[in-house]
């Protein structure tokens, strides 16, 4: 579904995008209104994981608690989506200094409020169940999780990096909508086969909170 390095085509087209929308986004400028509920509204900690959740005790209480509730997919979804974060909390963290609209600094920040958490309760899943947590990637080289529904390979994420004003915030845009649909895949997957409840319950507000953010990227991009 993506590709660890895009063709040269599919950068000149995302550069393209990034012209064709700046008009759209200039509008967008220094508003710091939200525009939309995104995760902050939907996928707290609380909500979605066992009490205590994070990678302390609670987690793993709760966890061995319900030992063989859990199956091979609910490794699978904790072991692919923490990786999948830490990419969105990369490029979230990149807004801050480099987007030019008060809305994109504003749903960068919800992604992050969002996610950090979510990378925290997973980790205790995985050290609960005994299973290994992923290594975090050197830098912006994700190239081991290339083949991940949404991920974003290192070549985009250097052109992110050295991107700024309106030019970064469509191409954030454009990409984070990508890594959103992959995220929102991986979550259904969980829904469908998963068993761990705190596991489904977190994969339910992934897609409904990351659905709803990408409605509201592509109204910013003018697609909406």
Known sequence: MTRSIRPLTRRAALVAVTAAAGLVLAACG??????GSGHGATSSPSATSS???GAGAGA???ADASAGAHNAQDVSFAQGMIPHHRQALEMARLADGRASSGKVKDLAARIE????PEIRTMTGWLKAW?????????GMDHSAHAGMPGMMGGQDMAML????????????LTMMVEHHEGAVEMATTEQDKGRYGPAKAMADDIVTAQTAEIAEMKKLLGKG
């Open 113 to 116: 409020k969002a996610q950090d």
């Open 60 to 62: 793993a209480a709760s």
């Open 51 to 53: 009490p205590g959740a």
């Open 30 to 35: 220094g508003d710091g209104d939200s525009g």
């Open 161 to 172: 990096e050295k991107a700024s004003g309106e030019a970064f915030d469509t191409m954030f």
């Open 130 to 138: 005994g299973e290994d947590v992923p290594e975090p990637s050197s």
